[in-house]
């Protein structure tokens, strides 16, 4: 069959090394199975004391792992306790929606370091990350607003002849 360089194992498949012709197969860009390579790459002890370079897996997805934990907070705010007090006390004393909190903040100025958008403040409320505040503190105690006009769809029926 050949040299065992040029085969893996006992499957008896020819063994591709080529960044671009594994890229070509796997329908990913020739630079991304390059730094796949790179990060996998690891040092194996052979029978007689040598060293070989190889792929290894594991060595790729310990390094993945290792990056992940590299990640920024889970939450934007993080430990901006004093932009929670004030969202609190707007919606609580004052009774400002979301939308009217995050409107007024653009228009005059953050007091914190943190922003965001509507949408986030009330995945915020929903998910319990602003303290004891939820949407249930709202003037609409998180219901939806429902249209007081239903609106009717009428279909006509032809009938052929």
Same mark, same amino acid.
């Given at each position: 069959?050949?040299?065992e360089?040029?085969y893996? !194992?006992?499957?008896?498949?020819?063994? &591709?090394?080529?960044?671009l012709?594994l =890229?070509? &197969?796997? =329908?990913?860009?020739?630079? *991304? &199975?390059?730094?796949?390579? $790179?990060?996998?790459?690891?040092?194996? +002890?052979?029978?007689?004391?040598?060293? +070989?370079?190889?792929?290894? *897996?594991e060595?790729?997805?310990?390094?993945?792992?290792?990056?992940?934990?590299a990640k920024?907070?889970d939450?934007?705010? =993080? @430990?901006?306790?004093? +932009?929670? $007090?004030?969202?609190?006390?707007?919606?609580?004393?004052?009774?400002h929606?979301?939308?009217? /909190? &995050?409107?007024?903040?653009?228009?005059?100025?953050?007091?914190? $370091?943190t922003?965001?958008?509507?949408?986030?403040?009330?995945?915020?409320? #929903?998910?319990?990350?602003?303290?004891?505040?939820?949407?249930?503190?709202?003037?609409y105690? !998180?219901?939806?607003?429902?249209?007081?006009?239903?609106? *009717?769809? @009428?279909t006509? @029926? /032809?009938? #052929?002849?």
């Amino acid at each position: 069959m050949g040299t065992e360089d040029n085969y893996s !194992g006992s499957n008896g498949y020819k063994q &591709i090394r080529s960044p671009l012709l594994l =890229g070509k &197969i796997l =329908g990913k860009h020739e630079s *991304t &199975i390059r730094r796949e390579l $790179k990060r996998g790459m690891a040092e194996h +002890l052979k029978t007689n004391l040598g060293t +070989l370079w190889e792929y290894c *897996t594991e060595r790729a997805q310990s390094d993945v792992d290792e990056r992940g934990t590299a990640k920024c907070l889970d939450l934007k705010r =993080g @430990h901006d306790w004093a +932009l929670v $007090k004030r969202v609190t006390r707007l919606v609580r004393d004052e009774g400002h929606s979301p939308y009217a /909190i &995050i409107a007024g903040f653009n228009n005059t100025r953050w007091l914190c $370091k943190t922003r965001f958008c509507v949408k986030t403040l009330y995945n915020y409320m #929903q998910a319990g990350h602003l303290g004891d505040l939820t949407e249930k503190d709202l003037l609409y105690r !998180g219901e939806r607003r429902r249209s007081k006009r239903t609106t *009717t769809r @009428h279909t006509i @029926h /032809i009938t #052929q002849k």
